[in-house]
């Protein structure tokens, strides 16, 4: 198969040809060639890989976790955040959103003290049960087909690819495998901490630093890999260190309102490094024929 | 090949057998088969895959450079820890050597600031000049080649195979793939932070937590993997909470003063546990035909 039918829901344009171009100099004949051990890529989740609006995904299920113990616990309903979530305070939770650290915070409270294959299990029952509320689509649905296409590519050709997250690795790595084909150790995020004992693993309440956002995420990538990036994607201004680390950096933008969102907010920054450096733009309104898969 | 063929550096014996057949139970047909994503394998690295004795290979690492901040600084000659290499004070560093928490931060205040590329660099020029002061080899040759024929086997096999350290991940990563076959993305170790400025990486004196030591083994290992190890293998008390969470377990005992070192010291509790819960403990003295490679 030639690259062409790797990248089917790839209008023809600057943005496929940029990639198709890159992807084959570091790993054709010549002097851009980049051994298969060095060929680290590293993807964004939220708007790069699957739809992050109108809200993050891990807060729906943050949010499904704060109502039921809202409604187990009188006292925790009086208080932030299950208050929010009793009285329906959708402008608290929205306020909330805005901040990663706190949700970070939120979500290593909520879930503090049970195992992980306990976790691992609310996490799997949230995908089978949860849906986008827009779109129509199951949340495992909701995840780019071009964007698929692309990590397809770079496996055939030998990419080791991570997913980056500023959210939580652990509530993407059930699903990494079936969503992406990429195996849950080469899933890269933020997390709270676990705790030995007994033979067994049980998350903490105490985030991990730093947090995989901004500049932690080419910390990130760093610490699990040893490496920089030889390809990096993102869509908003927390990406921009990771951007900066690579060869090769995309930038997904958000402009189609039809099938998708359309938004560049919290992407002003990136698209404006993205000028300056050359980094590929990529706009969903004109270089997806698709959005989502079938 | 046969299994039997892939561990030529092993003798005939109870260690052997079981190895092969845990390998073989689990990858082949039958109620024990474990699906290739699933098959992790985690080695603890000082004194499991390379020599440790008289000390820690990183160690001379450290005091090399230590001698140099010394000679290079009147001031910090006369200040521990350089005083002690200044002046040669064994015991000093001996005590030292018993606590591995002040030997990570030792190493990160040693190299505080540099880029992570200056830092391998650095590695690389330590092992291609030092050798071991005993053994009469490089450093890169103080592997033992039984375990590398076991990781070898693993690899094989289909396994996920990890080294899980509690010294310097980023003081093995230079050297894995040569001397382990294992690329540096598998490499988990205690660490320092990094710190993204500017399109580059710099240690900081940071230490990462929790150091990869004791419980923070199978944490490690599963914030990285994802999983618990389903085959584990170490030489130390440092060792049993990881080989705790594993499906097989192994025990490297060091009783070969003609060929390696013999010493039980610090393998107290990891010895009875072993015998209490069965795991394989395997004689260097009589599970290896040879110790070190050609």
């Known amino acids: 198969m030639n690259d062409d039918e790797l990248l089917p829901s790839w209008s023809e344009g600057a943005a496929k040809t940029a990639i198709l171009h890159f992807a084959g100099s570091v790993t ?11 060929r680290i890529a590293a993807f964004d989740n939220d708007g790069t890989l699957w739809c992050e609006k109108p809200q993050y995904v891990q807060a729906e299920f943050l949010f499904r976790r704060w109502k039921q113990m809202a409604e187990a616990d009188p006292a925790k309903a009086k208080e932030q955040p299950c208050k929010a979530l009793a009285e329906n305070d959708r402008a608290w939770l929205a306020g909330l959103l805005g901040h990663v650290p706190d949700l970070v915070k939120g ?97 903490t309440k105490d985030v991990e630093q730093p947090i995989d956002d901004g500049p932690g995420k ?24 990771m951007l900066e680390t690579a060869r090769f950096s995309m930038l997904i933008r958000h402009d189609d309102a039809d099938r998708e969102f359309a938004y560049d907010t919290g992407a002003e920054k990136a698209l404006a490094e993205a000028k300056e450096r050359g980094w590929t733009v990529v706009s969903m309104h004109d270089d997806f024929t698709v959005v989502f898969g079938p």
């Open 218 to 241: 080419p910390e990130h990538v760093w610490m699990r890999t040893g490496r920089k990036p030889l390809l990096a994607a993102g869509n908003a201004d927390g990406d921009v260190p």
């Open 28 to 38: 054709g004949p010549g002097g851009s060639y980049v051994p298969p051990a060095e």
């Open 107 to 203: 979500a290593g409270e909520a879930y503090e003290g049970i195992t992980v294959a306990a976790f691992e299990q609310a996490v799997q029952e949230f995908f089978a049960t949860a849906a986008h509320p827009t779109l129509g689509l199951p949340y495992t649905k909701a995840g780019y087909q071009p964007m698929r296409e692309l990590l397809d590519l770079l496996h055939a050709r030998d990419f080791l690819v991570f997913v980056c997250s500023g959210g939580g690795r652990d509530f993407i790595r059930p699903v990494s495998q079936q969503m992406y084909g990429i195996p849950r150790e080469r899933v890269i995020g933020s997390a709270t901490t676990v705790q030995y004992r007994d033979g067994e693993l049980y998350r």
